[in-house]
């Protein structure tokens, strides 16, 4: 893979995570820390249990998809610093193009992304 390609998948990576960074940020209502959100959220007496069981688990299901998504860039990234960009995790095997234009963070091929998928299902 020539640098110009590196350079537009670096930005590309870049501008998603700025983008979830963003996302997060605003989730949260900007410099406010997640636990303060949440007793927001959760702390109206007035709203049943099975309501706020329910609000806390996607709150918390959000919480760890953004943090693998924010995880998936980061080390997309750090492939690209250390020159193995583009290079299948698992079996060495280059990534193709459009597997990695459609989602610049992925770490595997297509085959070994659907090995990992069966053998640990979501």
Known sequence: MNSQHISTYQQQLAA????LLAQIAEQRGGVVSRVEVAADHFGHPEDSGAQLASERELEFALGERELAELSAIDAALARINAGNYG????CGAHIAPARLHATPEAPRCIHCQEKQELSHPA
Request: charged share 40%; glycine share 0%.
């Open 87 to 90: 290079e299948c995790t698992d």
């Open 16 to 19: 998603l995570r700025a983008s």
